[in-house]
């Protein structure tokens, strides 16, 4: 019985990992289907579904997309719902009570843990709605979240038989005193998987990625090639997609082969007629054995908890008074140390924990200044590309990280064919393709190349529903220093045009700066934009990352100018920067 119990489970881990492999490889529509036609196979096949379809809403940004999404994820929520107390098992069926009372403690854990990850999805959709309304609804329903992640976490330590992989430490989320929030009072260790000789390699790694830093270095490790530009992933057929919508009305015991006495393993799990030693199995999967369940049990729990962690650590210090006394409590330390256990796990969120560090160390680390370099995480963020270039090769989110890490260096050309890769590969998720072509606007901006960068800002206005305003003003920016000022001026007044009723921040700044050109071109107009061009990348922090000699020609370009009123303030924080060190200098 426990053999067969196994053997489901590990069945229901290679296809939420097949599904989570169509997802990064920008086969969203087929992992839809996937996990649709198992999602009552077991709880994590549908959070699978319901955060697909909560993807396709963020992606999309459709109400329609987004409504249906929110009623996905309360599904899921029921699905998981283990009725605790006398109170919630009164309005179940008898067989519905009899299944909850044959799930094991962890069993039931996880699906509070899928009940949490649901809830915090719940209060990003209501966020999204930008109303009071929906920021209200979106901060109770992120509580609430948050209160079952401290719970669960609190009852996962107390089950689990295996020693915390986490040291309880100053920096752990159960201590008393959480400082500023940033984790730097304590230093918790983490145990690997494989013990201390994988603690051990992962070191040698990182101090390998760090010496070799340069651009052939990287271009050696992370290949431009991969797949053909636009090559499908072939790993999953129509035929196999179908071989699983038949199999999916079957009993759960009927999609298994019998389990043998000994341990369970891949060969032992496979769909009836399709064995895994034919060349025609329905994908190759990284999880041929189950791990322990106090294992699966702390990495379903780490994820969204140590998102959270590290999400709330990043909030200034004036909101965290606030957030401290709604009870939300942020540790930067443990939040890293948590995602990086995932990463290692068999967990199906694993993929998902990697991009989690790689947003934070290519993209958060360098915009909020938390080192000081702007390539301090490129090791860390290089040993995960290096690891996640194995399983995902055609993978357009992983390319788009290769492209940041990259760009961190200094390599700009590099990184400028690694974000045309990404676009190339993600044709099939448009809002893929979009974050490539403003990095690649960028590179080429930073390499001076205006007429380049042009079209990228241009159709990034025309065709995405985010910062249409922002990017009809780089546009209009590079557009006038090529000497355009007539487009230029038509753009500056599009952008103010695209400002919407309750503007942000970058908003106003955008329709301040096209104020200047309501009534028409001024005679400076081409060194005003040039100046606007070098303020933002300044207050981008991107001028770091441009080439020692795309730094002496912007300071050539500012010697040049004649506009008075804008060229002292940018003159003097540009050469400040200009002469500062950086990864290319």
Same mark, same amino acid.
């Given at each position: 019985m426990a053999q067969s119990s196994d053997a489901s489970e590990l069945r229901r881990l290679q296809l939420g990992h097949e599904g989570v492999r169509l997802v990064l490889c920008s086969k969203i529509n087929e992992a839809e289907d996937l996990f649709k036609k198992t999602r009552f196979k077991g709880p994590q096949l549908h959070a699978g579904y319901s955060s697909v379809i909560f993807l396709k809403s963020l992606m999309t940004f459709d109400e329609d997309s987004m409504e249906k999404a929110y009623k996905m994820l309360e599904s899921t929520e029921k699905f998981c719902d283990v009725g605790d107390g006398v109170f919630g098992q009164?309005? %179940?069926?008898?067989a519905r009570r009899a299944e909850i009372h044959s799930l094991t403690p962890h069993d039931k854990l996880y699906r509070k843990c899928v009940i949490a990850d649901c809830l915090m999805f719940e209060a990003i959709l209501a966020f999204l709605k930008q109303g009071i309304t929906g920021y209200v609804k979106g901060g109770f329903i992120l509580r609430?979240?948050?209160?079952? @992640?401290? %719970?669960? @976490?609190?009852?996962?330590?107390? #089950?689990?038989?295996?020693?915390s992989p986490i040291t309880p430490g100053s920096?752990?989320?159960l201590a008393d005193d959480y400082h500023d929030g940033n984790g730097s009072n304590g230093d918790s260790g983490i145990k690997l998987s494989n013990g201390l000789e994988r603690d051990g390699e992962c070191k040698k790694q990182v101090g390998d990625v760090s010496k070799g830093n340069d651009a052939s270095g990287m271009l050696e490790n992370l290949s431009l090639d991969? $797949?053909? #530009?636009?090559?499908?992933p072939t790993n999953v057929t129509s035929d196999s997609l179908d071989c699983v919508d038949n199999e999916a009305t079957d009993e759960t015991d009927d999609l298994l082969v019998a389990a043998q006495p000994a341990a369970i393993t891949a060969?032992?799990?496979?769909?009836? &007629?399709i064995p895994w030693d034919d060349d025609k199995y329905v994908f190759d999967t990284p999880v041929k054995e189950l791990q322990h369940e106090d294992s699966r049990l702390r990495a379903a729990v780490y994820f969204g908890y140590g998102v959270m962690n590290l999400c709330l650590s990043l909030i200034p210090p004036k909101l965290l008074r606030?957030?401290? $006394?709604?009870g939300f409590r942020g540790d930067r330390q443990f939040g890293i140390r948590a995602l990086k256990y995932v990463s290692d796990s068999q967990d199906i969120k694993a993929p998902l924990a990697r991009l989690a560090l790689?947003? @934070?160390?290519?993209?958060?680390r360098p915009f909020f200044a938390l080192d000081d370099r702007q390539d301090a995480g490129v090791p860390e963020a290089s040993l995960i590309l290096l690891q996640a270039e194995k399983e995902y090769p055609n993978s357009a989110i992983f390319q788009y990280f290769k492209g940041r890490v990259l760009s961190l260096q200094g390599c700009l050309p590099e990184a400028l064919k690694m974000y045309t890769l990404a676009a190339e590969a993600a044709r099939q998720q448009r809002e893929i393709e979009h974050i490539c072509l403003y990095e690649k606007g960028w590179m080429h901006m930073l390499q001076l190349q205006w007429d380049e960068s042009i079209p990228c800002f241009v159709r990034l206005k025309s065709e995405t529903r985010w910062s249409a305003c922002y990017y009809a003003f780089l546009a209009a920016i590079v557009t006038g220093v090529s000497g355009?000022? #007539?487009? &230029?001026?038509? $753009?500056?007044?599009?952008?103010?045009?695209l400002v919407k009723r309750k503007p942000n921040n970058l908003e106003k700044f955008c329709a301040r700066r096209a104020s200047w050109y309501k009534r028409g071109p001024t005679a400076l107009m081409k060194e005003e934009t040039l100046l606007m061009t070098f303020e933002v990348i300044y207050l981008w922090r991107a001028l770091p990352n441009c080439s020692k000699e795309s730094k002496e020609r912007i300071l050539e370009l500012l010697k040049s100018t004649m506009c008075n009123n804008l060229r002292v303030c940018v003159w003097c924080l540009v050469e400040q920067c200009v002469r500062s060190k950086g990864p290319s200098t």
């Open positions: 009164m309005f %179940k069926d008898q609430k979240a948050w209160k079952l @992640y401290v %719970k669960v @976490y609190q009852d996962t330590e107390q #089950i689990c038989v295996s020693p920096s752990s989320p991969g $797949l053909p #530009i636009g090559a499908a060969e032992q799990c496979v769909f009836k &007629s606030i957030a401290n $006394l709604l790689l947003w @934070y160390h290519t993209i958060i355009d000022v #007539i487009k &230029s001026r038509e $753009l500056f007044l599009q952008s103010a045009k």
